[in-house]
C-alpha cells in the first residue's frame, strides 16, 4: 500500500470500477439484498411480441389511471347523505335540497380547477378498464392460454373482473344522483328478491328499508377507495407474479417450441414499450377526458326516490343485466304465504351467477371434455378449436344482445318502431342470436382450417403461353418479406451495438447469458 | 234603416233584455251561493261554466280549472273582456290572450281549405255524410291547442295512419295559425288561450326541480325524448325550434298523451319550466365536452368500447408482432 | 461463481439482421438516424404541450385546454418511448428457455411423505382431533359473519308490508298543497305524498303515490272498489311493484302508467293491472274520499305492500294475486 494520498480523477475512476457508479450501486444492494443474480435474470427476461399479448396491459394501466386519479377525487368527495342546500356556481340547483355527497361532486365538476377533467379521466378509465379485461378475457380464451398450468390464474382473472363491474357500479353510485340512484333501488330490490335471506339482507345493508338510513353511501365509499381496490392490488400482484413464474405463452411459429419463449428482452426494449404503453393509455383517456363528456350529474339533479328519467340504462358492463331484467316475462311465484320474485331473481341473481361459474368451471369442463391434461405452453390459433370458439362467440353474442335489449326504448326511438314490438323482438333474438352465431362461427373455423396456406398473402402466378397455343403458369417471385425464414431465435447477449448493416455473427452464447438459453439450430 | 225601428231597437233593449239578463245575474248568483254544490256540479259535469263578472257579462266558456291561480281566467288578475268574449287574462307570469274577432273571417277560409277534410266542414269531427271523421271534433278545445298543433307543424297531419302526429315544419304561419284559432273558439269558446309567457324572474332552479318530477318520466331529464308505449313517443326538447310559448300551451293542453297539467301547476310554476326548458334543456351545460346526444350510459359505452378501448387495440397493434 | 463468468465480453455484438428483413422495421433499421429524429421530434411536442398544460392549468384556461395539453401531451411522450423502444432497440428475437415448473418426482414423494407420515406418526386420535378443530373452524368461520352482518342494520320487521297512508290522511303535492275537486282535469296526473310526510326521505320512497283524473264521474276499477276513486281521482302506489322504480310516465289517451325503468304497461282504469312488461302484480290503489271541505283523503292504508316481491310477502286475494 502507497502512502495515503489526495485522491485524485485517475484513481477515483480506478476505484470505482469497471461499471463505475452503477457497478457500485448494484454492489451495495447486492450486499444487503442478494438481488444482482435475479436481478440480471430479469433483465433478460423474454417477452413475446404478439400484439394481442398487451391488452391486459391496457387493463393493467387503466387500473393505475383509476388509482390515481381515484386519489386525486377522495381528497374532495364527501361520501354523506346528509341534505344541504345547494349555493353553488350551477344556477338550476340553487336552493334545491341535495346530498352532501352530491354537492361535493358537483363542487368537483365546478368548483375544483381540474376537478371536471380528473373526475372524467376516472369514469372514462373504468369505462375502458372493464373493456380491456372482456377484450383480454376473449384473447386467452379464444387462444387457450388458460390451459394448464394457467388455470389459476384463469381463475383469478375472473374474479378481478367481477370485481372490477362491482366496482364501478358502486362507484358511479357515490354522487348520489337521480339516475345512479335509480340503479340502487333497482339494486335493493334485486337483494329483496333473494329467498329467505333477500329481506334481511337489504334492510341490513341499507340500514333499513329503502334508501335506508344513509350508511349506504359510507360503506360503499369504503368498500369503493380501500376494500375493493386492494383486493384487486393483492390478485393482480398472484395474477402478475403467476406470469413472471410461468412466463408467458406464445403462439406457435419460428424456432418457437413448447419449452423456450421466443422475443424480446426486458431492458431496454420491453420496458420502453410498455412504459409507453402506460403513457398511450393516460394520454388516451386524458383526451376522452378532455373532449368528450360523461356522467354530467348536474343535468340529473340530486336522487329523490319519487323522480324518475326516462332512458335510464346502466354503465355498459352492468347493460346485459338491465337488459335480462327487461325481457323477462313476469312469471312470479305467490303461494303459502310467500312470495318468490322470480321475474327478478332469475334474470338479475340465478343467470349471472351461471355466466360467472360458467366462467371459472370452463378450464376443468374442458380438461374434462378433450381429456387433455398436459402442459400447453403454445397457444391455438382459435380455427384450431373450432367447438370452444363457437362457443365463446355464442357466449359473446348472448352477452352483446342483452346490451342491446338493455336499450330497447332508445333502438325504438332511432329506428321509429313500436316499443312493445323491440321488446319482443330482443326476447327472441336472445335465444336466436347466440345458436345462430355459434353455428356459424363453428362453421367458418371448419373451412377456415381446410384452406390451404391461410393466413398468408396469396402467391401471384405469371402465365406463359408456349408458341403451340398452351398456357402454364409460374409462380412469381415472392414478394419481400414474404419469404418463409426461419428466424433464428438468439439468446440475449451482454453487450449489443446497433449497427444494422454489418452481418449478425453467429453468437458465442454460454457465456452471454446466466439464463443457460440455448442456440437454436436449424 | 228607420229611425223608428232603432228607437224601437233601443226601446226593446231598454225595456226587456236589460232587466232580464240582470235578474237572470242575480237569479244564478243566489243560485251559486246557496247551492255551492251545484255550481260545482255543473262544471265536473261537462267542465262548461257559465259564470258571470262584471266586467264580462254573460260568458260561456269549457275547460276551466276552478283552481286559484292555474291559469283559471276569473281567477287572473288581468281579466279582459269585450262584448262577451274573453280577450285576455292570466297573471304576471302568463298572459293568456285569444286571437281578435277579426281574425275569425280568414280563419274560416283557412280551415275550409286546410282542415275540413279531416275535421268535417264544422270541425266538430263528423264528415257531410253523417259518418265519423278522420280527425276528432275541434269544437271546444280552445284556441291554445289550435294554436300548438298548427305551430308545431303536426297539423295538418301529412300520415293520418301514424299513430302519433309528428312534429315537422309548419305549414301555415303563426298568423295564420292564429286565424284557424280563431274560428275555432268562435264555435265553442273555451280556454285555455294563447300562453305568452313572461320569462323575466322566472326561477330556472324551481323549473328543474319541477322538470324532473313531472316531465322526465317521459322527456327524459335531458330533454331528449324518447319512445313510449305502443309507438307513441315522447318529443324531444332540445329541439331549439320549441318555443317558449309551445312549452306552456302543451303544458295547459296536455295534447296527445301528455297528461293535461291544470289545477296541479301554477301559472308561476308552468312558466319556471318554460324558462327551464328554453334556457336549460335547450342550451346545456355541457363543460365536460361533447355531449353525446344526452341519452347516457349507451352512447358512453359505445364510445368507451369503440374508441378507447378499440384506439388502443390499434396502438397495441402498432406496438407488437403479427404473425 | 468463476471469475471468467465475471469477465464481461467487450465484443461488440451487432443488432441482428432480423430487423433488416422485418417489413415493418427495415426502414428504421436502414436509417436510423432519421428515425431518432423524427422521434425527437414527437418528444419536443410533447415537451411544448406538457409546458402548454401547466400554463393552462396555472392560468384556469377552459377543462378542454386543460385537458386537451395533458392528455396530447401524455400520450405524444409515449409513443416517443414506443417508438424508441421499438425501431432503435434490439428486437431479437431472442430465446429463454423455460425451466420445468414441476419438482422431480423425488421431491414430491418427499413432501407427501411429510404431511402423510409425520401426521400419521406424531398426531395419535388424529382423526377425533382433527375433526373437531374442523368442526370448530367452520362453526367460529360461521359465527364471525353474524356481528359483520347482523349489526349492519335493523331487521325487516312489518317496515316492508305498510306505509304511513291511513284513514283520513291528507293528499299533498310536493309543495305541501291539498286536493280538491278542480285540481286535476281529466287527463291530469300529479305525485301525491302524506301530509307532512312530502319532504322526507320514506315519505317520497315508501309513500310516494300518483292520482290520476281519469273521468269526471266516480271509476270503478275492481269489484268491492267502487267508493275508491271518488269523481275519476284514482290513486296508486307510485313504487313499481318490479324493481320500486317510480311510474311516473303516465299516456292519457292510451290510459297507460309505464314504468321507465324496463317499460311494464299498468292499465289505469282497471286497477293497475300490467298488460306488458316484467312486472308480476298490478299497482295497489288508495281508496279516496273528498271530505267536508271537498279536500281528498284517504279511506285507509293500501290494502297490501307496495313495491317489489320478497319472500315474506303474503299474497292478498284481491284479484287472486
Known amino acids: ?522 | 234603416m228607420s229611425s223608428s225601428r232603432t228607437h224601437a231597437r233601443r226601446t226593446f233593449r231598454a225595456k226587456y233584455l236589460l232587466p232580464g239578463g240582470l235578474l237572470g245575474i242575480a237569479a244564478l248568483g243566489t243560485l251559486a251561493l246557496v247551492f255551492p254544490g251545484a255550481a260545482q256540479a255543473s262544471t265536473t259535469k261537462a267542465q262548461n261554466v257559465t259564470a258571470s263578472v262584471k266586467a264580462c257579462g254573460s260568458v260561456n266558456l269549457k275547460g276551466v280549472s276552478n283552481v286559484h291561480n292555474t291559469g283559471n281566467p276569473f281567477d287572473s288578475t288581468k281579466l279582459v273582456c269585450f262584448d262577451g268574449m274573453l280577450i285576455r287574462y292570466g297573471d304576471s307570469a302568463i298572459t293568456y290572450t285569444n286571437p281578435p274577432k277579426s281574425y275569425v273571417a280568414a280563419g274560416k277560409l283557412l280551415f275550409d281549405q286546410t282542415c275540413s277534410s279531416c275535421h268535417g266542414s264544422q270541425a266538430n269531427g263528423v264528415s257531410p255524410n253523417g259518418q265519423a271523421a278522420i280527425g276528432p271534433n275541434l269544437q271546444g278545445v280552445g284556441a291554445a291547442t289550435v294554436d300548438f298543433w298548427i305551430t308545431t307543424g303536426r297539423m295538418p297531419d301529412s300520415d293520418v295512419r301514424a299513430v302519433e302526429a309528428e312534429r315537422k315544419p309548419p305549414r301555415l304561419t303563426d298568423t295564420q295559425a292564429l286565424q284557424v284559432a280563431a274560428y275555432i273558439n268562435s264555435l265553442d269558446p273555451a280556454v285555455p288561450a294563447v300562453p305568452t309567457p313572461n320569462l323575466k324572474g322566472a326561477d330556472v332552479a324551481v323549473g328543474a326541480d319541477l322538470f324532473s318530477l313531472n316531465c322526465a318520466a317521459c322527456h327524459t331529464i335531458t330533454g331528449a325524448g324518447d319512445a313510449l308505449a305502443f309507438g307513441t313517443n315522447a318529443p324531444s326538447l332540445q329541439d331549439k325550434q320549441v318555443t317558449a310559448q309551445q312549452v306552456a300551451e302543451a303544458l295547459r293542453i296536455g295534447p296527445s298523451n301528455m297528461p293535461r297539467f291544470s289545477g296541479n301547476l301554477t301559472d308561476n310554476q308552468v312558466r319556471d319550466v318554460v324558462a327551464y326548458v328554453t334556457e336549460k334543456i335547450q342550451h346545456p351545460a355541457n363543460p365536460g365536452g361533447a355531449g353525446l346526444g344526452g341519452v347516457g350510459p349507451v352512447a358512453e359505452g359505445f364510445i368507451a368500447l369503440l374508441l378507447g378501448v378499440g384506439g388502443l387495440a390499434l396502438i397495441c397493434f402498432w406496438i407488437g408482432e403479427r404473425s | ?321
Not at chain 3, 401524455?74 to 420445468?100: C, D, I, N, S
Request: net charge neutral; charged share 15%.
Open chain 1, 1 to 522: 500500500m502507497s502512502s495515503p494520498s489526495l485522491p485524485t480523477a485517475k484513481t477515483k475512476r480506478q476505484a470505482l470500477g469497471p461499471y463505475g457508479r452503477v457497478g457500485n450501486v448494484i454492489g451495495e444492494l447486492d450486499d444487503r439484498l442478494g438481488v444482482a443474480k435475479g436481478g440480471r435474470v430479469f433483465l433478460d427476461k423474454i417477452f413475446p411480441d404478439h400484439w394481442s399479448f398487451m391488452l391486459g396491459e391496457i387493463a393493467l394501466y387503466s387500473f393505475v389511471i383509476l388509482m390515481a386519479t381515484g386519489v386525486f377525487l377522495s381528497l374532495y368527495f364527501v361520501p354523506s347523505t346528509t341534505q344541504v342546500i345547494y349555493h353553488g356556481t350551477y344556477v338550476p340547483l340553487r336552493g334545491q335540497s341535495v346530498s352532501e355527497a352530491y354537492q361535493s361532486t358537483v363542487n368537483i365538476s365546478f368548483g375544483v380547477r381540474g376537478g371536471l377533467l380528473i373526475r372524467q379521466m376516472h369514469h372514462w378509465s373504468a369505462d375502458i378498464f372493464v373493456g380491456s379485461i372482456v377484450v383480454h378475457m376473449a384473447r386467452i380464451f379464444f387462444t387457450g392460454a388458460f390451459r394448464k398450468p394457467r388455470e389459476l390464474n384463469w381463475t383469478i382473472g375472473t374474479i378481478m373482473l367481477i370485481l372490477a363491474i362491482l366496482e364501478g357500479f358502486i362507484g358511479y353510485s357515490l354522487p348520489d344522483d337521480l339516475i345512479s340512484g335509480t340503479g340502487l333501488r333497482i339494486g335493493y330490490s334485486i337483494v329483496e328478491s333473494i329467498p329467505f335471506v333477500g329481506s334481511y339482507l337489504g334492510t341490513f345493508l341499507w340500514g333499513g328499508q329503502f334508501p335506508g338510513d344513509g350508511s349506504i353511501e359510507g360503506r360503499f365509499y369504503i368498500i369503493h377507495v380501500l376494500i375493493i381496490p386492494l383486493v384487486i392490488t393483492g390478485l393482480l400482484a398472484a395474477h402478475l407474479g403467476l406470469l413472471v413464474r410461468q412466463k408467458h405463452t406464445q403462439f406457435k411459429g419460428e424456432g418457437r417450441t413448447e419449452t423456450n419463449v421466443v422475443g424480446s428482452p426486458m431492458f431496454p426494449t420491453f420496458m420502453a414499450k410498455t412504459t409507453g404503453f402506460l403513457f398511450m393509455v393516460a394520454g388516451a383517456t386524458a383526451l376522452l377526458g378532455a373532449f368528450a363528456q360523461i356522467n354530467p350529474i348536474w343535468q340529473f339533479g340530486s336522487y329523490d326516490p319519487s323522480k324518475i328519467s326516462y332512458a335510464v340504462q346502466p354503465d355498459w358492463y352492468m347493460g346485459w343485466l338491465d337488459g335480462a331484467l327487461r325481457i323477462m316475462p313476469s312469471w312470479e311465484f305467490a303461494g303459502w304465504g310467500h312470495t318468490i320474485p322470480l321475474e327478478v331473481f332469475l334474470p338479475a341473481v340465478i343467470f349471472p351467477g351461471l355466466i360467472f361459474n360458467i366462467c371459472l368451471i370452463w378450464p376443468a369442463l374442458e380438461r374434462r371434455f378433450t381429456g387433455d391434461n398436459a402442459l400447453h405452453n403454445l397457444l391455438d390459433r382459435p380455427r384450431d378449436r373450432p367447438k370452444r370458439t363457437a362457443a365463446g362467440a355464442a357466449m359473446l353474442a348472448l352477452l352483446f344482445t342483452l346490451f342491446g335489449a338493455s336499450s330497447t326504448d332508445v333502438l325504438a326511438n332511432y329506428f321509429h318502431v313500436s316499443l312493445n314490438f323491440v321488446l319482443w323482438a330482443f326476447r327472441v333474438l336472445t335465444f336466436v342470436v347466440p345458436v345462430l352465431v355459434g353455428f356459424v362461427t363453428y362453421g367458418i373455423c371448419r373451412e377456415m382450417q381446410g384452406v390451404q396456406g391461410i393466413g398468408k398473402r396469396k402467391r401471384a402466378v405469371i402465365v406463359h403461353r408456349s408458341t403451340e397455343g398452351e398456357y402454364s403458369t409460374v409462380p412469381a417471385a415472392p414478394r419481400p418479406g414474404d419469404t418463409h425464414e426461419e428466424l433464428e431465435p438468439e439468446p440475449v447477449p451482454v453487450r449489443i451495438d446497433v449497427s444494422p448493416l454489418a452481418e449478425a455473427s453467429p453468437l458465442t452464447s454460454t457465456e452471454s447469458s446466466p439464463t443457460g438459453s440455448r442456440q437454436v439450430s436449424r
Open chain 3, 1 to 321: 461463481m468463476s471469475d471468467e463468468e465475471h469477465e464481461p465480453s467487450r465484443t461488440k455484438v451487432p443488432m441482428p439482421v432480423a430487423a433488416l428483413s422485418d417489413p415493418h422495421l427495415g426502414d428504421a433499421a436502414k436509417h436510423p438516424s432519421r428515425a431518432e429524429a423524427i422521434i425527437a421530434l414527437i418528444l419536443v411536442v410533447a415537451i411544448v404541450l406538457m409546458a402548454g398544460f401547466g400554463a393552462a392549468y396555472t392560468q384556469n384556461w377552459d377543462p378542454w385546454i386543460i385537458g386537451g395539453t395533458l392528455g396530447a401531451g401524455m400520450f405524444l411522450l409515449g409513443f416517443g418511448l414506443t417508438a424508441w423502444g421499438k425501431y432503435l432497440m434490439p428486437q431479437g428475437p431472442f430465446v429463454e428457455e423455460r425451466h420445468v415448473l414441476a419438482s422431480t418426482p423425488e421431491e414430491r414423494d418427499s413432501m407427501a411423505a411429510a404431511l402423510v407420515e409425520r401426521s400419521t406418526v406424531v398426531v395419535k386420535r388424529r382423526k377425533l382431533l382433527g375433526g373437531l378443530f374442523a368442526v370448530g373452524s367452520g362453526i367460529f368461520g360461521i359465527v364471525a359473519l353474524f356481528p359483520l352482518l347482523r349489526s349492519l342494520g335493523p331487521l325487516p320487521g312489518t317496515s316492508l308490508d305498510v306505509t304511513d297512508w291511513r284513514k283520513g290522511t291528507l293528499l299533498v303535492d310536493s309543495n305541501g298543497r291539498t286536493v280538491d275537486k278542480g285540481t286535476l282535469v281529466v287527463g291530469g296526473i300529479m305525485t301525491v305524498y302524506p301530509h307532512g310526510l312530502q319532504n322526507t326521505s320514506v315519505g317520497q320512497s315508501v309513500d310516494q303515490t300518483v292520482l290520476i283524473r281519469v273521468q269526471d264521474s266516480d271509476l270503478v276499477t275492481a269489484a268491492g272498489r267502487e267508493t275508491w276513486a271518488p269523481a275519476g281521482y284514482v290513486a296508486y302506489s307510485k313504487v313499481c311493484t318490479h324493481l320500486g322504480c317510480p311510474v311516473g310516465l303516465y299516456e292519457q289517451q292510451l290510459e297507460l302508467l309505464v314504468c321507465p325503468c324496463h317499460q311494464s304497461m299498468f292499465n289505469v282504469r282497471n286497477g293497475a293491472v300490467p298488460q306488458f312488461g316484467p312486472a308480476p302484480r298490478p299497482l295497489p290503489q288508495l281508496p279516496l274520499y273528498f271530505d267536508g271541505n271537498g279536500t281528498l283523503r284517504a279511506q285507509a292504508g293500501y290494502d297490501q305492500a307496495v313495491g317489489p316481491g320478497f319472500y315474506e310477502r303474503t299474497t292478498t286475494k284481491e284479484n287472486g294475486t
